[in-house]
């Protein structure tokens, strides 16, 4: 049974804002190691748009990028959306039913699948569909954006604290 992880980077003030806070070599080195243990992605829409950045290949890419790029490209992907007609390379389109699509993808697949999108991540959180949340904290204040949790958050407990930069640590809970 795989288990569902919502983790994203967030300010100090609570938001999220990917191309705000690019991550540094460090961070991404982190990244990249967390992508290649993967099961695969679920995506809101808008998050899997900006994500499609890694789909073509970009002449000033450093080696980093490009092992990124490659681990994204094979990475299974589900993007939720009932807007979009279709999906890039080796992604799905999951429609209306986000809660049965993701208690299906929990039985049927075996490791770690990430959530990612705030509003994404809320809806799942409501219907009880998370198990794991990861905040990685940046010494960043934004100011505005997209809060790491789209509505109430939810009752949670701390289970792991770990420096993962010099100046990122992330916090990790599980539903109380």
């Known amino acids: 049974m795989a288990k569902i ?54 002449p000033d ?37 986000i809660g049965a699509a993701i208690r299906g993808l929990k039985e049927q697949q075996a490791g770690e699948i990430d959530i990612a999108g705030p509003d994404l991540a809320g809806s799942l959180t409501d219907l009880g569909l998370i198990d794991e949340y990861r905040l990685y904290l940046r010494p960043i204040v934004l100011g505005h954006g997209k809060p790491f949790f ?10 792991a604290s770990d420096l993962i930069t010099e100046d990122v640590i992330r916090l990790t809970y599980v539903p109380a």
Not at 20 to 43: D, K, W
């Open 61 to 97: 890419w450093d080696a980093e990028d490009r092992d990124f790029a490659a681990m994204w490209r094979n990475l299974p992907k589900w993007v939720a959306s009932r807007t979009l007609k279709s999906a890039g390379p080796n992604a799905t389109l999951v429609g209306d039913d």
């Open 150 to 159: 789209s509505g109430p958050r939810p009752p949670l407990r701390l289970v």
């Open 5 to 58: 992880v919502y983790g994203l980077q967030q300010s100090l003030d609570g938001y999220v804002d990917h191309l705000a806070m690019r991550p540094g070599p460090s961070l991404s080195r982190h990244f990249i190691e967390h992508v290649r243990n993967l099961t695969g992605v679920v995506y809101g829409r808008h998050t899997y748009e900006i994500m499609r950045y890694w789909e073509e290949d970009v």
